[in-house]
């Protein structure tokens, strides 16, 4: 890397470049989401404080709706009214309203525990119970920091109007607790110094938290509610030096909805009903949880990406720049502060064409790889159509001279588990006696190796009706070419030989036979021919191998229906003719031939069909007890579905790019720049495959619907006076009037300037 610094650091900086992009656009999506979250965090807080705002405030007008219902209350009036007598009292009165007073606690918490003082009975009316002495109440319900003198001044003996005593310690037989106490004089328009009667509710502290908990429950949160005059009516979750400092600090603006204050958002809302304060305080560190989840996977992310993008960078940066450092090395430059290896590689280009013929000497060395590769390829079975074969056939010069034949292995016997040198070398020289022997007596046939004791060959002939014929003279020649290799060379071989064959696209089947008919040929004797057929065996297990299933489903999801269809075909062949199957193994080979299919409708080209259903309950209704024909149909069928599936998806696509082509076409065609590769760039697709599909939906070729498009424009532009046929031809997208001119003739047969006088005359 040292030696090639220069051009290492080149490839690295731009790389690093590309990588600070999406590193920037990172740390913005990451601020923004800290913003937003930030923002819909204190939206929540303030949504929940008005929720609970307005279920307190609805709890204190039923109170007060309470006290409206005491004051216009008949018996209570009577009470009120009666004059004081030591010798004559109301008692049923008093307890006919103590039994009254027992329904009003059952629909509001806040009136689980309230009273009402008679001042001229000097009672203390509760539900269900009076005391016909204060002083007796307040020794089982009392305010712990004030006494019964302070109580009755306070509470019974003064006039109030929706008066609320702000938050104090209460004392009960049952608990000690904190209480907020709401008092309404009677008759409600009472006035003076004292009133006929009071009514007090005693709200416990413990029931307004409930009506909090949504808030303080969650992320150690606290509520502090004051009333007009700054008093605690409720304090959840925070100590009175929270309530102190607020009250306090000239830093906190009680007039903001939010605001952040020491280690807490303080949220604040003001009643327009009583003039309560409502603070509510969440923790900095609970609020920006979902924040700090962000950061932490935004920051892992961002470093993750980062880190691997070095890495990536750096591996690119050598890889790319190595080819070149070996090139200038080839090349003999040597790479110094001062040089430009871009120049230098430039410069030398010439060079390289010059030695084009060189290397196309080589290629045709070469050919004979290419094509016994092809050959290889061919009996593996790895095209997936006719058409493609025949184009690989014709780019390796394989020479295939037909259609129809038959597939051989010749093995060469006696050198089987054998693999020392001596050996290796003496079958090498075996295999190019047999290749020149066959040469001999059956021409230019392809061959290909197949380890190193077998041959195989394809006799490819044009199909025609004679049929027997044509195996017959397979079966001599093979025959006579035993026959001479071990009469002139001492070298015993063997052949195996397929059923014939009637297209190209099943010679990978032929193989399949001629490779089971080699396998199958040991307990038949030591004839030197076999034929598929001859020597089938009975079977225990199915032939469906891993590879055979994989090509199945390709060919399938390519939407290749013929080649699927054969595929099909050579397996019902192999498990019925090359093979006697038992009723059990029968029924396995259907079961895993619908877990095939089955397997390819999870995949994504058919999954979002609309049609899958239908194919789905074809498949599962398949029964693996069916006849083989019966069997085989019934696959053929979901098959050609399936393939459907595929072809329609295609078109579909197909019709879609070229309307884009079209339009793209349309819009730019004057532009010189406009290109097949410009077109096959805009559409993100290469540009033979944007070729071939134009020409498959439209037909005619892309260039020729281009060139026509232009011609199209020209011919109106030549009506039209006022444009030069130089400017014409500009307009239309051509460098030069010269090649518009060529063009134009060669499209409409006459030249611009002789379309136009025509157009005149």
């Not at 990172?26 to 929540?44: A, D, H, K, P, Q």
């Not at 089982?140 to 005593?165: C, G, I, P, Q």
């Not at 509710?201 to 949504?214: F, T, W």
């Not at 090349?331 to 030398?348: K, M, P, R």
């Amino acid at each position: 890397m040292i030696r090639y610094s220069k051009v290492f650091r080149r490839f690295l900086f731009s790389y690093l470049l590309i990588l600070i992009i999406p590193s920037l656009a990172g740390f913005m999506s990451y601020r923004t989401s800290i913003s937003v979250t930030e923002s819909i965090s204190i939206e929540n807080s303030v949504t929940q404080l008005q929720k609970s705002k307005e279920l307190l405030e609805r709890r204190i007008a039923e109170v007060e709706g309470f006290t409206r219902q005491i004051a216009i209350q008949a018996d209570l009036n009577v009470l009120m009214t009666d004059p004081l007598s030591e010798e004559k009292q109301n008692v049923y009165g008093i307890w006919k309203m103590t039994r009254d007073l027992t329904t009003y606690g059952q629909t509001n918490d806040f009136l689980r525990h309230f009273f009402i003082y008679l001042r001229n009975y000097d009672v203390v009316l509760t539900p269900g119970s009076a005391f016909f002495r204060p002083e007796h109440y307040y020794e089982s319900y009392s305010y712990e920091d004030m006494s019964v003198s302070e109580w009755e001044s306070a509470v019974l003996n003064k006039t109030h109007f929706r008066e609320m005593m702000p938050l104090r310690p209460f004392v009960t037989p049952a608990s000690r607790t904190s209480v907020v106490t709401y008092m309404q004089s009677l008759p409600l328009d009472s006035f003076g110094e004292s009133s006929p009667a009071v009514v007090v509710v005693i709200i416990d502290e413990k029931v307004i938290a409930e009506m909090l908990s949504g808030i303080t429950n969650q992320n150690d949160s606290w509520v502090h509610i004051l009333d007009a005059n700054g008093n605690t009516i409720s304090r959840q979750g925070n100590s009175d030096s929270m309530a102190e400092a607020l009250a306090s600090d000239p830093r906190f603006d009680g007039s903001r909805t939010s605001q952040f204050y020491e280690d807490d958002l303080v949220v604040t809302i003001r009643s327009s009903t009583n003039g309560w304060v409502y603070h509510a305080g969440i923790p900095k560190k609970a609020l920006m949880e979902n924040a700090n989840k962000i950061k932490r996977i935004s920051l892992s992310v961002t470093g993750g990406a980062v880190l691997v993008g070095l890495l990536v960078g750096l591996a690119l940066a050598y890889r790319n720049s190595a080819p070149i450092h070996r090139l200038l090395t080839a090349l003999g430059q040597e790479t110094t502060a001062d040089s430009n290896v871009y120049d230098f590689l430039h410069g030398n280009i010439s060079e390289m064409i010059l030695s084009n013929k060189q290397l196309e000497s080589e290629l045709k060395r070469q050919q004979p790889i290419v094509r016994d590769a092809f050959y290889k390829r061919l009996i593996a079975g790895e095209f997936q159509s006719r058409e493609e074969i025949i184009a690989a056939a014709v780019q390796s010069n394989a020479g295939l001279s037909g259609n129809a034949g038959f597939a051989a292995i010749v093995q060469i016997n006696g050198y089987s588990g054998m693999d020392n040198v001596e050996v290796l070398n003496e079958l090498q020289a075996a295999r190019l006696v047999l290749k020149q022997s066959l040469q001999e007596l059956a021409g230019t046939v392809p061959t290909t190796d197949l380890g190193a004791d077998k041959l195989v060959v394809l006799f490819v002939t044009e199909e025609t009706d004679s049929g027997s014929y044509v195996q017959e003279q397979v079966d001599a020649m093979l025959n006579q070419l035993a026959e001479s290799l071990f009469k002139e060379y001492k070298i015993s071989a063997k052949a195996a030989v397929s059923a014939r064959f009637g297209s190209v696209s099943d010679i990978s089947h032929a193989y399949e036979q001629a490779k089971q008919t080699l396998e199958n040929a040991a307990p038949f004797g030591a004839k030197p021919v076999y034929w598929y057929g001859e020597t089938a065996l009975s079977s225990e297990t199915y032939y469906y191998p891993l590879d055979v299933e994989m090509r199945l489903i390709g060919t399938i999801r390519a939407g290749e229906s013929r080649e699927a269809r054969r595929l099909i075909d050579r397996i019902v062949e192999q498990n019925t003719e090359a093979r006697e199957l038992s009723a059990e193994m029968r029924q396995q080979l259907s079961l895993e031939m619908k877990g095939t299919l089955l397997k390819l409708l999870d995949q994504k080209t058919f999954a979002e069909s609309e049609a899958i259903e239908p194919v789905r309950n074809r498949i599962v209704a398949i029964q693996p007890t069916e006849a083989v024909d019966q069997l085989r149909d019934e696959f053929v069928e979901v098959m050609e579905a399936l393939c459907g599936m595929v072809a329609s998806k295609k078109n579909d696509q197909h019709v879609r790019i070229v309307e884009q082509l079209k339009q793209l076409i349309e819009q730019h065609y004057g532009q010189s720049e406009m290109s097949l590769y410009s077109l096959a760039e805009q559409v993100g697709r290469p540009e033979k495959y944007i070729s071939q599909v134009f020409k498959e939906v439209v037909g005619d070729n892309l260039s020729d619907y281009i060139e026509r498009v232009r011609m199209d424009r020209a011919e109106r532009l030549l009506k039209e006076p006022g444009h030069t046929i130089d400017e014409i031809a500009a307009l239309v997208g051509y460098n030069s009037s010269h090649s518009f001119r060529r063009a134009f003739k060669r499209v409409t047969g006459v030249s611009p300037s002789a379309y136009r006088n025509a157009q005149d005359d």
